[in-house]
């Protein structure tokens, strides 16, 4: 599912208001004698400090602080029409509003949908009538079309975009159309041609232990030195999970083998801060004469998977 996502300093910035603003808020309470709504607030501020310091953590899902946020806006305002009726059920659209910028497009129906019990168990609900029942949904629906929006477009895009979306690599339709018109083109001019199928067995353990932040780090200095260490015309595209094939075109097997070490040099003196020094397997496969390309294809699957079970 297409997520919507923000800049991180946005999303920081956005925290430490919210904090700052409950923190005034909480001395204005106090300040004012307001000592029964005091324990909510304090409560809350130590909430949004949670969060603040969850989104500035490394190695976390980002949806964990967004919820604790959105926990407090509901809290507060629950807490605000429970103890004044007479405040404006204006207010109500706020937490909604946030919940469809922060979570997911599913997620926030469901929880827009679910608060209608709780809206009508306040001490205002026995005011509330269909009118507002109406409002209340048309307001849901319409911040629903932005995001429907904008999960189509990213679908759209997504369907149309060759590379992989996590890096600067093809994924893996474009990858397989690419390699039969490089191993045709070869088969036609009768030119030599080269795989080199390269494994990242770090990566899966970078993304449990340390986040996706460091999967995006991995795979950002995969294609970095790859391309860095390759010619303009050859292909790099994701195969799998963890598996990369790099298409050499006109390319002998000596010349791969040099390829496979300069690139087991270049890669080996990367250090990441998480993960450490980049581990990386890379095997050359080249296609026999007459090979149909399909059994190519299985062949390069074949070395890929054998590149994985190695210990």
Same mark, same amino acid.
């Given at each position: 599912?297409?997520?919507?996502?923000?800049?991180?300093?946005?999303?920081?910035?956005?925290?430490?208001?919210?904090?700052?603003?409950?923190?005034?808020?909480?001395?204005?309470?106090?300040?004012?004698?307001?000592?029964?709504?005091?324990?909510?607030? +304090?409560?809350?501020?130590?909430?949004? /400090? *949670?969060? &603040?310091?969850? %989104? =500035?953590? @490394?190695?976390?899902? #980002?949806?964990?602080?967004?919820?604790?946020?959105?926990?407090?806006?509901?809290?507060?305002?629950?807490?605000?029409?429970?103890?004044?009726?007479?405040?404006?059920?204006?207010?109500?659209?706020?937490?909604?509003?946030?919940?469809?910028?922060?979570?997911?497009?599913?997620?926030?129906?469901?929880?827009?949908?679910?608060?209608?019990?709780?809206?009508?168990?306040?001490?205002?609900?026995?005011?509330?009538?269909?009118?507002?029942?109406?409002?209340?949904?048309?307001?849901?629906?319409?911040?629903?079309?932005?995001?429907?929006?904008?999960?189509?477009?990213?679908?759209?895009?997504?369907?149309?975009?060759?590379?992989?979306?996590?890096?600067?690599?093809?994924?893996?339709?474009?990858?397989?159309?690419?390699?039969?018109?490089?191993?045709?083109? +070869?088969?036609?001019?009768?030119?030599? /041609? *080269?795989? &080199?199928?390269? %494994? =990242?067995? @770090?990566?899966?353990? #970078?993304?449990?232990?340390?986040?996706?932040?460091?999967?995006?780090?991995?795979?950002?200095?995969?294609?970095?030195?790859?391309?860095?260490?390759?010619?303009?015309?050859?292909?790099?595209?994701?195969?799998?999970?963890?598996?990369?094939?790099?298409?050499?075109?006109?390319?002998?097997?000596?010349?791969?083998?040099?390829?496979?070490?300069?690139?087991?040099?270049?890669?080996?003196?990367?250090?990441?801060?998480?993960?450490?020094?980049?581990?990386?397997?890379?095997?050359?496969?080249?296609?026999?004469?007459?090979?149909?390309?399909?059994?190519?294809?299985?062949?390069?699957?074949?070395?890929?998977?054998?590149?994985?079970?190695?210990?």
């Amino acid at each position: 599912m297409t997520q919507h996502r923000f800049s991180g300093r946005l999303m920081t910035l956005a925290y430490c208001l919210s904090l700052l603003l409950i923190a005034v808020y909480t001395l204005w309470l106090y300040a004012m004698g307001e000592y029964q709504q005091l324990l909510l607030t +304090a409560f809350v501020m130590l909430i949004m /400090l *949670a969060t &603040l310091l969850l %989104h =500035l953590g @490394q190695g976390l899902q #980002a949806y964990s602080p967004r919820v604790l946020a959105l926990g407090c806006t509901f809290l507060l305002v629950i807490f605000a029409l429970h103890q004044r009726p007479e405040t404006s059920i204006l207010w109500v659209g706020l937490p909604i509003t946030a919940t469809f910028l922060l979570l997911p497009l599913w997620a926030a129906f469901i929880i827009s949908l679910g608060m209608i019990p709780v809206w009508y168990w306040l001490p205002l609900g026995s005011q509330l009538g269909w009118d507002t029942a109406w409002g209340y949904l048309t307001l849901v629906l319409l911040l629903a079309l932005p995001r429907g929006e904008h999960v189509r477009r990213r679908a759209l895009l997504r369907a149309t975009d060759p590379n992989d979306s996590e890096c600067d690599a093809y994924h893996i339709d474009t990858l397989n159309e690419r390699l039969r018109s490089e191993y045709q083109r +070869a088969a036609m001019l009768n030119q030599q /041609l *080269a795989v &080199l199928v390269i %494994h =990242l067995p @770090q990566l899966d353990m #970078a993304g449990e232990q340390f986040g996706n932040r460091a999967r995006l780090a991995l795979l950002e200095a995969l294609c970095t030195d790859v391309y860095g260490g390759c010619r303009e015309h050859d292909i790099l595209g994701r195969a799998g999970p963890t598996t990369f094939w790099l298409v050499l075109p006109d390319t002998s097997e000596s010349g791969a083998l040099l390829v496979r070490e300069r690139l087991q040099r270049s890669l080996s003196q990367r250090v990441l801060v998480e993960t450490g020094q980049l581990e990386v397997r890379i095997a050359a496969c080249l296609p026999s004469r007459q090979e149909l390309f399909a059994r190519y294809l299985k062949r390069l699957q074949a070395r890929a998977d054998a590149l994985t079970e190695l210990i």
